[in-house]
């Protein structure tokens, strides 16, 4: 089986991403298209990928069964305490061919590849503007249906990204941020 053999014969046409299953690779196409079949039965947040609805479910669940040995904290997912455990090590195994710099994951490899190429393969469905980051066509797409998800706790004002939320949070408090 080519899972045990590390081969990927199975490549994206969009972002190049091989997989070693035609299933894998399925699923991932989801992710350029947009779709998301998969749907949480307690808050209706939609998943383009099973697997990252069962991941979110742990969201509700609040089970983090995995703790680091180093500084206790807890994660949701083996892989994910995995790559935290490289924070202790100051290990970054993956390396860009381009300009050097190192990742602590493949993902961010991927995504930082993205700089170099020019690629932007997340494309807006209602202007068809184009991204290199699904999050940042998540967060374009707010200004289309003019949804604010992150509210403020104090005074109740709503934004569209949490990093302007996080700015907003310093006038309450009082914090400097530089």
């Known amino acids: 089986m080519l899972t045990h053999t590390g081969e990927k014969p199975f490549s994206c046409s969009v972002c190049k991403t091989s997989f070693a299953q035609s299933g894998h690779l399925k699923s991932h196409m989801l992710t350029h298209t947009g779709e998301k079949p998969f749907s949480c039965s307690l808050c209706k947040r939609l998943f383009s990928i099973y697997s990252n609805l069962k991941r979110h479910m742990l969201t ?16 949701a ?6 790559s935290h ?12 061919s381009v300009c050097k710099r190192c990742f602590t994951g493949r ?10 190429t020019g690629e932007k393969p997340f494309s ?5 503007t184009s991204f ?10 707010l200004t289309h249906t003019g949804e604010k998800p992150f509210s403020c706790s104090v005074c109740k004002t709503c934004f569209r990204e949490r990093g302007t939320l996080k700015r907003h949070m310093l006038t309450h408090t009082g914090e400097k941020l530089f």
Not at 124 to 128: A, D, E, G, L, T
Not at 132 to 138: C, D, E, G, N, V
């Open 107 to 116: 993902g961010t490899l991927t995504r930082h590849m993205l700089i170099h």
């Open 85 to 96: 455990m490289l924070t202790h090590t100051g290990e970054k195994p993956f390396s860009c």
């Open 124 to 128: 807006c469905s209602v202007c068809k």
């Open 77 to 82: 997912q083996r892989g994910t305490l995995k």
């Open 60 to 75: 509700h669940t609040g089970e983090k069964p995995f703790s680091c040995s180093v500084c206790k904290t807890s994660f």
């Open 132 to 141: 290199a980051h699904r999050i940042t066509l998540k967060s374009h797409m």
